[in-house]
């Protein structure tokens, strides 16, 4: 994360990057303090086929594998990016976008190999993203998606580029990798192994949707697929509002200020908190947030955002 600070802000340097980490949800990861792109974005705009069908981020493979119906997964497929619209706000209407529809019974379990596989696939597919990635020696890291996310996301571009490495992988890494993954799956449950299905014919993301999702930006301007409460800036600018001392995370303070300035009484504080906070760890993230406010929060909430 690069931040370049004015001489008045000198003070507030610790405050402007927290504030600002919240924009990195998704990538890019860095290696030996150094962004790597393209490549390492789940939110960058890399067109690629899964399936016979195309899409056009990490993030967007991803969420359509999570889908529990044919229908909704093509509904994700069908989001192609507007005129003019960045790699962030597209990511985020997808990601926004998934979290209103069923995800698989199995999701929790077989999530972090959903993200290895889409990112596989946009890798050996494009050669600039690639040759970024093969170009690196040390371990990745990132921060700004959660905790999970900030684990998984540099682990599974290890995997990767060992797997990828032309000159000869480091099989160790990628053994005590592919066994993390397979421990973390077991542990929700499931020892079904996703990339097996999704590697088959008939794997899960299947769909005759190709023609419409490649439609061009301009064709697609002005398609109605947005639900009125996802909206990736009014998101933003409300998690930024409500997280008063910029730590990235909003705190049950916080929240207890942004409901009574919309009327809420505070007896409600550690329910809708409870509610919020999905990984219990005592903050809510802009993950939990965003998942949060457009699913579930209290109209008033929602409404003033």
């Known amino acids: 994360l690069k931040v370049e600070l004015l001489p008045a802000q000198a003070t507030r340097t610790t405050r402007n990057i927290r504030s600002r980490e919240v924009c990195t949800m998704g990538g890019p990861c860095l290696c030996g303090g150094r962004t790597v792109k393209p490549g390492t974005?789940?939110?960058?705009?890399?067109?690629?086929?899964m399936h016979g069908v195309q899409y056009w981020?990490?993030?967007q493979a991803y969420q359509a594998i999570k889908m529990a119906s044919k229908r909704d997964r093509?509904?994700?497929?069908?989001?192609?990016?507007?005129?003019?619209?960045?790699?962030?706000?597209?990511?985020?209407?997808?990601w926004q976008k998934g979290q209103l529809f069923k995800a698989r019974k199995d999701w929790e379990a077989?999530?972090?190999e959903a993200m290895y596989y889409a990112n596989r696939c946009k890798l050996e597919q494009n050669p600039d993203c690639l040759e970024a990635l093969l170009a690196t020696r040390h371990p990745f890291t990132h921060s700004g998606s959660g905790p999970f996310w900030d684990y998984w996301n540099p682990m599974l571009l290890e995997r990767i580029r060992e797997e990828l490495r032309p000159d000869g992988s480091d099989s160790a890494r990628v053994v005590a990798i592919r066994d993390e993954m397979d421990?973390?799956?077991?542990?929700?449950?499931?020892?079904?192994?996703l990339l097996e299905e999704l590697s088959s014919s008939s794997g899960a993301t299947t769909e005759e949707v190709a023609p419409e999702s490649t439609k061009t930006?301009?064709?697609?301007?002005?398609?109605?697929?947005?639900?009125?409460?996802?909206?990736?800036?009014?998101?933003?600018?409300?998690?930024?509002?409500?997280?008063?001392?910029c730590n990235g995370s909003i705190e049950k303070d916080e929240l207890l200020k942004a409901m009574l300035a919309v009327g809420l009484a505070e007896e409600k504080l550690d329910m809708l908190f409870e509610a919020a906070d999905l990984d219990k760890d005592g903050v809510i993230n802009y993950e939990e947030f965003s998942?949060?406010?457009?699913?579930s929060a209290p109209s008033a909430l929602r409404d003033a955002t």
């Open 74 to 94: 093509s509904s994700i497929a069908k989001l192609v990016p507007k005129k003019g619209e960045t790699a962030w706000n597209h990511g985020m209407r997808v």
């Open 110 to 112: 077989v999530k972090i």
């Open 217 to 245: 930006a301009a064709e697609s301007e002005g398609e109605d697929i947005d639900d009125s409460r996802v909206n990736p800036e009014r998101l933003l600018h409300a998690f930024r509002t409500w997280d008063l001392n």
């Open 57 to 59: 981020s990490a993030e």
């Open 183 to 193: 421990t973390y799956r077991r542990s929700k449950g499931s020892e079904h192994s």
């Open 291 to 295: 998942t949060w406010l457009i699913s």
């Open 41 to 49: 974005d789940n939110f960058e705009l890399t067109p690629f086929q």
